[in-house]
């Protein structure tokens, strides 16, 4: 299948990230012929994780968070794993990507526990999210509805609960890059 050829795919994460929340939107993306690139916080190959405890291998990336060109891509994709989430929501330049990306309208796809940074980023107010669930309570104390559904979109925001929801949290990121709808 090439039905996104020509659609530009960014993913953004550190070290210990959940890697099948990286690695399955990768892969099925560039599958439909999507260009995906990884980026993160340094210019290395990053840790992936089962679970908070177990590495599984290392992921190459293409570029820095400072490489990420808002013009040229079509969807910013973040995946969980508690550490990365914990981490990334600190960058000020993954912030500063999801304000960009936010305003613009384009598609923003946040995994698992990857939500925290919409919060950082002061994008979750009057927003409808889900998450993993301990998420819940950050996610209403900044100001978003927060609702325990397999995926949920709210206008450029697809967000999703955990691994079993990749299926649909990836067919929802499609629909985002075609326009087509649910």
């Avoid at 100001?143 to 967000?159: C, H, K």
């Avoid at 299926?167 to 985002?176: D, K, L, Y």
């Amino acid at each position: 299948m090439s039905y996104l050829t020509g659609k530009r795919v960014a993913i953004i994460a550190t070290d210990f990230f959940e890697e099948p929340e990286l690695t399955e939107p990768r892969d099925r993306l560039r599958e439909s012929g999507a260009e995906v690139k990884v980026y993160a916080n340094k210019a290395e190959p990053i840790q992936a994780m089962k679970g908070d405890t177990e590495p599984t291998r290392k992921v190459e990336v293409d570029g820095t968070f400072d490489d990420v060109d808002l013009e040229e891509t079509d969807v910013l994709v973040v995946p969980g794993g508690t550490v990365n989430a914990d981490r990334i929501r600190m960058e000020p330049k993954a912030q500063d990507l999801v304000r960009a990306f936010d305003r613009a309208g384009k598609p923003l796809a946040l995994i698992c526990h990857g939500p925290w940074l919409l919060v950082s980023a002061g994008c979750a107010a009057g927003r409808r999210l889900t998450s993993w669930p301990s998420l819940a309570d950050d996610l209403r104390n900044a100001g978003a509805t927060w609702v325990d559904e397999e995926v949920v979109v709210d206008r450029n925001l697809v967000t999703r609960r955990k691994p079993d929801d990749l299926p649909a949290f990836v067919g929802a990121i499609e629909r985002q890059l075609t326009g087509a709808s649910a």
